[in-house]
Nanobody, 115 residues
Framework: QVQLVESGGGLVQPGGSLRLSCAASGRTSSVLGMGWFRQAPGKERELIARVSRGGGMTYYADSVKGRFTISRDNAKNTVYLQMNSLKPEDTAVYYC????????WGQGTQVTVSL
């Protein structure tokens, strides 16, 4: 089993920045790709960024490309999401995901972008 704990969410004004962290524990040696999803009220959960096990390959949804950066520190079993130039439409609950023998999820952290 792998446990994921997100942190770093909060309230930020449009144009601001936030950095989310996701710390993994348990059988972390079984974790391959890691990513961030988000779910806004009334919408489906969507993949916004993913990073490969070694950190050399990344994927971004078009909606966040150029504004968000995903990174990974395997020594700390932690994945990060640096979010810049935030927009009100980025408001959502952000979930960390880890792929291994199963899909693992964190509990989610709220990000609200508003004046």
């Amino acid at each position: 089993q792998v446990q994921l704990v997100e942190s770093g969410g909060g309230l930020v004004q449009p144009g601001g920045s936030l950095r989310l962290s996701c710390a993994a524990s348990g059988r972390t040696s079984s974790v391959l790709g890691m990513g961030w999803f988000r779910q806004a009220p009334g919408k489906e959960r969507e993949l916004i960024a993913r990073v490969s096990r070694g950190g050399g390959m990344t994927y971004y949804a078009d909606s966040v490309k150029g504004r968000f950066t995903i990174s990974r520190d395997n020594a700390k079993n932690t994945v990060y999401l640096q979010m810049n130039s935030l927009k009100p439409e980025d408001t959502a609950v952000y979930y960390c995901n880890a792929q291994g023998s199963h899909d693992y999820w964190g509990q989610g952290t709220q990000v609200t972008v508003s004046l």
